[in-house]
Structure formats: C-alpha cells, structure tokens
C-alpha cells in the first residue's frame, strides 16, 4: 500500500513579530537584572541582535518627528534623519550601554610602586539622563598603589572612562561607577576621581546658562584618611580658574 507522503509544514515562530527590544527586556526581567538608563545591558544581547534593535530604534524615531510635524519624505535635510538619530543612540553616544566593557591588560607591579600618579585630563562625553542633552567635560583620576595592585595602562583610564560616560548618565552616579570599576581592575590602596563638566540640559534649554559647571569628586581609601594627600592630588589638577 502506498503512503502518500504529507508536505512539511513549518513550525511556528512564537517569537515572530516581537520587537527585539521586548525580547531582550524579558530577558531581564527573567534574570531579575536592573536596565536602568545607565546600566549595562550587553550580557543580555544575543549577536545580530543590535543591528535590529538599532532598525526598531529609526522605526519609533520616523513616528517622533512625525508626531513633531515634521514632513521628512519632502524635507530633503530630514528625510534620513532618523536613522541617523538611531545610529547616534545605539552605535555612539549610548554605546557603553550596548557593548562589553573594554579589553584591559593588567600588569603586576613589579617595582612595587608607591607613589601617587593622576592621570588626566581625560575629556569624556556623554548625555544627561533627564533630557538627553550633551554632557561634555573632564575627569581626573589618582591612584595610590601598594605591592599588591595591578597596573594598567594609562590609555585604558580613558577607555574605561568611555565606557561608563558612553550611557545616559547624571554626574555624580557616572563618577562612582568609574570609581568601582577601577577599584575592581587595580585594587589600589586609594583612588580619587575628580569630574567638571558643562550640562547642556542648563545650557541650551531651562535657565541657558552657558557659563556654569558642575564638579563633583570620589575619595577612596587613603585619600579619605590623609588630608595631606587629599590636598596634594587636588593641588596637582591643572584646572583652570
């Protein structure tokens, strides 16, 4: 007796149609992970996935200038306005919150380096959490080792530095977490970290003061306990005015 053989039928992708963003947020959620505009959030995308994430982000982009009144299929200097926007958010500014954190050699301190060394100013971008507006300035950093701390390059202060700023972020909670991660990777016997920047969410909106600044610090350690070295590595920032 012959079977008659049945055609294949494609199993359904229950997934299918679900936005990216919702799938790795449920991954989170999952995981009972925060996602909070300044987390890091790359442990939880899958590869290929931001190149999508990055289309749906142009795609709600398109409706938000649309929603502005906005006509970019005749506007010759808006009509890929949104992709751009797009590829501004997840490839650059908020790029810290997308890829893993930089690749950092460390090296034992072999001459048991004792000494206080600043490294800075290193200019660190980033923008404000509140309005997405620029945040541009500086950072100072000063480590105190001992025996026992690993050193890094100094290149890599300022790709860790990158890497934090690179998120929606409010000053004083980017400084600490700059100040962990280094804590973290070093394990110095201090660490200071001094940040000034110009907010443009005070500047270029609200009371349009373009002139004000916001300096803020993080003291670890030692330079908690000894007032003498506190003084010295602030003396030592060449900041102006």
């Known amino acids: 007796m012959l079977m008659k053989t049945l055609p294949t039928v494609k199993a359904f992708d229950s997934d299918e149609g679900t936005p990216i963003s919702v799938k790795i947020r449920e991954r989170l959620t999952a995981a009972r992970k925060r996602f909070n505009a300044n987390d890091n959030i790359s442990e939880f995308i899958e590869p290929g996935e931001l190149e999508r994430l990055l289309d749906e982000v142009e795609e709600k982009m398109r409706g938000v200038l649309s929603s502005l009144v906005i006509d970019t299929e005749h506007d010759h200097n808006t009509d890929n306005t949104a992709r751009r926007v797009a590829k501004m958010y997840v490839n650059e500014v908020f790029r810290g919150r997308y890829v893993h954190a930089p690749t950092i050699t460390e090296f034992p301190n072999a001459e048991h380096l004792n000494e206080l060394m600043i490294v800075g100013p290193i200019t660190v971008r980033s923008a404000c959490s509140h309005h997405f507006c620029p945040v541009i300035g500086k950072i100072w950093i000063g480590v105190l080792p001992n025996e026992h701390t690993n050193v890094i390059g100094l ?51 609200g009371v349009k003061d373009m002139d004000s600044k916001m300096i803020n610090s993080v003291m670890r350690g030692v330079f908690l306990k000894d007032s003498n070295l506190r003084r010295e590595f602030l003396s030592l920032i060449p900041r102006k005015g």
């Open 155 to 205: 290149s890599k202060y300022a790709r860790l530095a990158e890497w934090v700023m690179g998120r929606p972020q409010i000053q004083e909670e980017a400084v600490v977490q700059l100040a962990d991660l280094i804590q973290e990777k070093t394990q110095p016997d201090g660490l200071a970290i001094v940040m000034e920047a110009s907010h443009y969410c005070m500047a270029w909106r």
